[in-house]
């Protein structure tokens, strides 16, 4: 038999605190791109959210314009509705104003005999007169009925179709 001579194999001895030291080592060469990569995503996010904020700022500018302008627009319309029936309400009042009223028409009634003359609206006034001489309020005539009687000079009343009198014509 024969023995068959090995090499011996060279021991590399490492301690735990130098193998730790060279994997942090490897670990933060590797991880050395991954934080760059990192880095260069955030400021992406940063510079797409402050793209969107400015743009969100903007639309909500333009929004608030166009609120302002449609608020305005209303005020607009508001005050000139208000305008137009002011307006309207003054052109109906001068209108109701200027109209006049017709005046009802109060004839004069004239009796003449055997050449003497009388005014009909002065012989009801002397009625209402007698009355109130009587004691009674000129407030309380509610309708008059006067018979003219020439022949005998002398005007004959009835008030309230109680009250009853004779007043000379003439």
């Known amino acids: 038999m024969e023995k068959k001579t090995t090499a011996a194999k060279p021991v590399v001895k490492t301690t735990a605190k130098e193998a730790s030291k060279d994997t942090v080592k490897e670990a933060a060469v590797k991880s050395a ?6 880095k ?20 909500v500018g333009k929004k608030v314009v166009e609120t302002k302008e449609t608020v305005k627009d209303t005020a607009k319309k508001a005050t000139e509705k208000v305008e137009a029936a002011t307006k309207t309400a003054v052109k109906k009042a001068a209108a109701k104003k200027a109209a006049p009223k017709k005046e009802e028409l109060k004839p ?9 003359e009388a005014v009909v609206a002065e012989v009801i006034e002397k009625a209402k007169k007698q009355f109130e001489a009587e004691g009674h309020r000129a407030s309380s005539i509610k309708s008059i009925q006067v018979y ?14 109680k009250h009853a009198g004779r007043v000379d014509l003439f």
Do not use: R
């Open 33 to 38: 791109p991954a934080k760059e990569s990192v």
């Open 40 to 59: 260069e995503t955030v400021a992406e996010t940063k510079a797409a959210t402050e793209a969107k904020a400015a743009a969100v700022a903007k639309e």
């Open 108 to 116: 004069e009634v004239f009796i003449q005999f055997q050449g003497q």
């Open 148 to 161: 003219l009687k020439p022949e005998e000079y002398a005007a004959y009343y009835v008030i309230n179709q």
